[in-house]
């Protein structure tokens, strides 16, 4: 899904994949608030990425790709989220580019 456009921050839209630290996750829900079709809270509380498919990824370090068109609403998730727990990175070369590891 590599379109030629400019991404939230200027940078070049790319492929993109995101991934919450459930250690870190407080359970708000506040991501699922923005994006939910990438995110969804379990019945443990806490919010886990869902595959393409819908599938709730429980994985520890479960990583799901981030659609082109809900790439603002993933980044305003990770931006808001309370617990500084949703990764976003580049496929490419895993560098993370929106979140609490991002430079």
């Known amino acids: ?15 993109l994949e995101v991934w919450i630290d459930q250690d870190l996750c407080t359970g708000d829900g506040i991501c ?9 809270l379990d019945i443990d509380g806490l919010a886990y990425v869902k595959s393409p498919e819908d599938e709730l990824l429980q ?3 479960a990583t799901t790709p981030v659609p082109l068109p809900l790439l603002q609403d993933v980044v305003d998730s990770a931006k808001e989220c309370p617990g500084d727990c949703i990764h976003v990175r580049r496929v490419s070369d895993s560098v993370e580019v ?3 590891d991002a430079d």
Do not use: I, L, S
């Open 59 to 61: 994985d520890k370090g």
């Open 1 to 15: 899904m590599t379109v030629q456009q400019d991404a939230p921050g200027g940078r070049d839209a790319e492929d």
């Open 32 to 40: 699922v608030q923005y994006a939910p079709e990438v995110f969804e």
């Open 98 to 100: 929106f979140g609490p």
